[in-house]
């Protein structure tokens, strides 16, 4: 891409507001980048929905974001990076694409010395087995636990971060994964993140935290790199927030997922 395509902004998009945590670690790893981000907030949850439905709405939010010229597409929903990248990768073209699947996996095989890893996330990316797979297909040696949290999400949204019952459950969850001797957990759902604390003091010391948030914003630093595309820094970054529907607690969730302001959300209607 020519020069003024690296001030282009970064498209990034979920099935509503967890996908606020990777742009809150791009924001860190990445400040003079322009973000984009869309939320189908109208049609979340996405876990529930048929494949072929999953990628429809995936293909749609593609094209929405193509359309704005974004320079990079970041899948930040793991049910879509589960079932539905082929189609995001089938239409970006030339655009690179990333997503939270591809960089948790990556970093958790990266981080492993005994070879142990758990995975903890929605029934749908649980079921999907897709970091399995994709961690196998990086190291055939490695042995992964993975563990559906079906509660994590209503709780995180509830904003129980340290709740008794958020530790409960979580101790519950954990149980049989800990029991494998693993010593790095991959956090495979975008709400994840604001639990990691919490997380962290169930699994104790031993067990090394792979936030798909971080490992993302990372993983979109060095392919910008390479791609020659980083922001030169001769603008101020611009966010954009593009939601389907603007629910009373969009606002206040998605700036505690955020760590800031939202400011003005636009709401888009298909």
């Excluded at 992964?144 to 949290?149: F, G, R």
Aim: proline share 5%.
């Amino acid at each position: 891409m020519s020069g003024s395509a690296c001030d282009r902004p970064i498209g990034v998009f979920d099935s509503g507001v967890g996908g606020l945590t990777v742009v809150r670690a791009l924001m860190e790893r990445l400040p003079l980048e322009s973000i984009v981000y869309f939320g189908d907030t109208a049609r979340v949850p996405y876990g529930v929905k048929s494949v072929a439905t999953i990628e429809h709405f995936t293909g749609q939010i593609t094209e929405f974001l193509l359309q704005r010229e974004v320079k990079m597409l970041i899948i930040a929903c793991n049910t879509m990076a589960a079932v539905a990248a082929d189609v995001v990768r089938r239409l970006a073209g030339e655009v690179p694409v990333l997503d939270v699947i591809e960089a948790g996996a990556r970093a958790a095989v990266a981080s492993t010395s005994s070879r142990r890893i758990g995975v903890i996330g929605t029934p749908t990316t649980i079921n999907s087995n897709a970091y399995a797979r994709r961690m196998h297909e990086l190291d055939p040696s490695l042995r992964v636990y993975s563990q559906a949290c079906p509660l994590f999400v209503p709780l995180v949204e509830e904003g129980w971060l340290d709740h008794p019952v958020t530790r409960l459950t979580a101790q519950e969850y954990l149980r049989p994964v800990l029991a494998e001797e693993i010593d790095s957990l991959v956090l495979g759902c975008t709400h994840y993140p604001l639990l990691k604390p919490l997380l962290r003091d169930v699994a104790g010391p031993g067990v090394r935290m792979i936030d798909s948030a971080l490992t993302t914003a990372e993983f979109a630093a060095e392919r910008l790199q390479r791609e020659n595309l980083l922001a030169a820094g001769s603008r101020r970054a611009a966010y954009r927030y593009v939601v389907t529907d603007v629910p009373l607690r969009f606002q206040t969730i998605g700036e505690r997922f955020l760590g800031r302001s939202l400011g003005v959300v636009e709401r888009v209607d298909w």
